[in-house]
């Protein structure tokens, strides 16, 4: 079985603090990919990246940074000096296999909102 | 357009109706999927096309929903008989093959059943 687990909700923070984004994950396969997505308010959800299972390098992009931890299961993503374009539901996803494009396991989401 | 293009964006039905939802990927790219997404909810996956064959539709929840993708491109998803349950945003999504799980979203048809 597989599961994602955002237990995050809602956070609101204050425009320029950095805030994280929590993500566990179950899996019995030990080849699987691991995702976030970004949906602002007009719904269409936008890829922000994929991690696969056997790279726990921690990967830096501009504002953005995610942190995997296999002995944990988890994913996190954390925005540093974020800004009020940042507010947005975010979908941390995961996918069992590498062969073909298996079907994504997305969590409930966490609903982002930055006050300026 | 350049993305992932779906009609109608609103559509409200009444119990028992039939409705079609429409997805036009983005151009090249082989790989079409359903998802459908409930308030306050993730998107759950319903079916994934490989071109114009259904690759996967272990997702679809009863024999009321069906999808084609005759020529492979544009996707139909047709549900029968609606139900008040069925009420959701239906996404579509496209991608390349061989990019596992980078898929472009298209913005999604709300369906209302009364």
């Known amino acids: 079985a597989q599961k994602v687990t955002q237990a995050q909700t809602e956070i609101s923070v204050v425009e320029k603090e950095d805030v994280t984004l929590d993500c566990v994950y179950e899996?019995?396969?030990?080849?699987?990919?691991l995702f976030w997505y970004k949906q602002p308010p007009s719904g269409e959800l936008v890829f922000l990246i994929r991690?696969?299972?056997?790279?726990?390098q921690n990967e830096i992009s501009g504002r953005y940074s995610w942190n995997f931890q296999k002995s944990t299961s988890s994913f996190n993503f954390t925005i540093t000096a974020s800004q009020v374009v940042d507010s947005a539901v975010y979908f941390c996803?995961?996918?069992?296999?590498?062969?073909?494009?298996?079907?994504?396991?997305f969590g409930k989401g966490t609903r982002l909102s930055v006050i300026a | 357009g350049a993305g992932v293009s779906q009609t109608p964006s609103n559509k409200v039905t009444e119990k028992g109706k039939y409705v079609e939802l429409r997805c036009d990927p983005i151009?090249?790219?082989?790989?079409l999927y359903w998802y459908r997404q409930s308030l306050g909810q993730g998107p759950e996956f319903l079916i994934y096309f490989q071109g114009t064959g259904a690759a996967d539709d272990s997702g679809l929840p009863n024999d009321r929903f069906f999808a084609v993708r005759p020529e492979g491109s544009v996707s139909t998803l047709k549900i029968q008989r609606t139900e008040r349950g069925d009420s959701a945003v239906y996404l579509c999504a496209s991608s390349l093959v061989g990019e596992d799980g980078e898929l472009f979203f298209g913005e999604g048809s709300r369906l209302t059943v009364l």
């Open positions: 996803a995961l996918s069992e296999a590498f062969s073909g494009n298996t079907p994504l396991v």
């Open positions: 899996t019995r396969d030990t080849t699987y990919y």
């Open positions: 151009s090249g790219h082989t790989a």
């Open positions: 991690r696969n299972s056997f790279d726990e």
